[in-house]
């Protein structure tokens, strides 16, 4: 790294500052695949994760087209009308051929974007499951060391597989609109049973009836399906385009998570969600690791051992996971 200012070092103290060029370009390192850039992104992590666990976590999930931008537009912008300095990292799928952001949520939430008390970062999935991007839960971690009380990711929206968020946020919003097969698609999913909050939003004009039914089905769908000691999953109608009913989720998020914290539920979930990312990482570094030239030789050797049929696969495997303690 040639520029100074981003020296790990550096680029955290600039960034606990408040210097939203420095949380990109820090978010950026992280993010980074280059095998050269992962000792700085360790170093700067380590100057600013003391300093990350702050802020309320929330995710927004939910099929294409159902406004999930427009309503962390208006949800971020009524957060700091409260007091709230909010970060969204909203989740895009990759280009297939540079690998970055092809959608481009920013340019959707424009005034949100334009207040100096935000921070919306678009960034690419890379192809990794579960709903969010490949360094997602160390982009939040920044953000909350940048100061942001309210950090907000946007995944996917692809449909399949969209969990991993669930663990790595304090509160889980579904959005849905009525009359799109949205409500059995959400249940196909398992994301109706994994969210905290349900909206079912476009609750305008003609589709305003339509959608107060939708979600008094719901309500009642749900209320079927237990949840241990977690609060009661909420299902509620607004309108993100109009800003209808945007304060009352607000609220209801509020709730939720006050109720989460005082059950003790809060912390075991942040829990859940670090362990989640070890897990995580630790397949990363191992997957890395086999990767490395000085183990080619052996893979070859393995590998020619399977095929003249000496060796199952799974014993050598096992035989070259057990090797890479004394190498």
Same mark, same amino acid.
């Given at each position: 790294?040639?520029?100074?200012?981003?020296?790990?070092?550096?680029?955290?103290?600039?960034?606990? #500052?408040?210097?939203?060029?420095?949380?990109?370009?820090?978010?950026?390192?992280?993010?980074?695949?280059?095998?050269?850039?992962?000792?700085?992104?360790?170093?700067?992590?380590?100057?600013?994760?003391?300093?990350?666990?702050?802020?309320?976590?929330?995710?927004?999930?939910?099929?294409?087209?159902?406004?999930?931008?427009?309503?962390?537009?208006?949800?971020?912008?009524?957060?700091? *009308?409260?007091?709230?300095?909010?970060?969204?990292?909203?989740?895009?799928?990759?280009?297939?051929?540079?690998?970055?952001?092809?959608?481009?949520?920013?340019?959707?939430?424009?005034?949100?974007?334009?207040?100096? #008390?935000?921070?919306?970062? *678009?960034?690419?999935?890379?192809?990794?499951?579960?709903?969010?991007?490949?360094?997602?839960?160390?982009?939040?971690?920044?953000?909350?060391?940048?100061?942001?009380?309210?950090?907000?990711?946007?995944?996917?929206?692809?449909? /399949?597989?969209?969990?991993?968020?669930?663990?790595?946020?304090?509160?889980?919003?579904?959005?849905?609109?009525?009359?799109?097969?949205?409500?059995? #698609?959400?249940?196909?999913?398992?994301?109706?049973?994994?969210?905290?909050?349900?909206?079912?939003?476009?609750?305008?004009?003609?589709? #305003?009836?339509?959608?107060? /039914?939708?979600?008094?089905?719901?309500?009642?769908?749900?209320?079927?399906?237990?949840?241990?000691?977690?609060?009661?999953?909420?299902?509620?109608?607004?309108?993100?385009?109009?800003?209808?009913?945007?304060?009352?989720?607000?609220?209801?998020?509020?709730?939720?998570?006050?109720?989460?914290?005082?059950?003790?539920?809060?912390?075991?979930?942040?829990?859940?969600?670090?362990?989640?990312?070890?897990?995580?990482?630790?397949?990363?570094?191992?997957?890395?690791?086999? /990767?490395?030239?000085?183990?080619?030789?052996?893979?070859?050797?393995?590998?020619?051992?399977?095929?003249?049929?000496?060796?199952?696969?799974?014993?050598?495997?096992?035989?070259?996971?057990?090797?890479?303690?004394?190498?």
């Amino acid at each position: 790294m040639t520029d100074a200012r981003d020296e790990p070092a550096a680029l955290g103290a600039a960034l606990i #500052q408040g210097d939203r060029r420095a949380l990109s370009r820090a978010i950026t390192l992280v993010e980074s695949e280059r095998v050269a850039d992962g000792p700085d992104a360790e170093r700067l992590l380590a100057t600013v994760v003391a300093r990350s666990g702050g802020s309320l976590r929330l995710g927004v999930t939910g099929p294409p087209g159902v406004g999930k931008s427009t309503l962390i537009d208006a949800l971020g912008r009524h957060a700091i *009308a409260c007091g709230e300095r909010v970060a969204v990292l909203a989740i895009d799928p990759s280009s297939p051929v540079g690998g970055g952001s092809i959608l481009g949520d920013k340019t959707r939430m424009g005034r949100l974007a334009a207040d100096p #008390q935000s921070f919306v970062r *678009a960034s690419p999935s890379r192809g990794v499951a579960g709903g969010v991007g490949h360094r997602t839960h160390e982009a939040m971690l920044l953000c909350e060391a940048a100061g942001y009380t309210v950090v907000i990711v946007e995944t996917l929206g692809t449909g /399949q597989g969209e969990h991993a968020v669930s663990s790595s946020v304090d509160c889980l919003v579904l959005v849905l609109i009525a009359g799109a097969g949205d409500e059995l #698609q959400g249940m196909k999913r398992g994301l109706l049973e994994l969210a905290d909050l349900v909206v079912i939003n476009k609750a305008d004009g003609e589709n #305003q009836a339509l959608a107060e /039914q939708t979600a008094a089905e719901l309500t009642s769908a749900l209320g079927l399906s237990p949840r241990g000691a977690a609060p009661a999953r909420v299902v509620r109608t607004l309108s993100a385009r109009e800003e209808l009913g945007v304060a009352d989720l607000w609220s209801a998020v509020g709730e939720h998570v006050r109720a989460l914290s005082a059950s003790g539920a809060l912390a075991r979930r942040r829990a859940a969600g670090e362990e989640r990312e070890l897990e995580v990482e630790i397949e990363l570094a191992l997957r890395e690791r086999l /990767q490395a030239p000085d183990l080619a030789a052996e893979r070859r050797r393995l590998a020619a051992l399977v095929v003249a049929r000496k060796l199952t696969a799974r014993e050598a495997a096992r035989l070259l996971v057990a090797g890479l303690g004394e190498r």
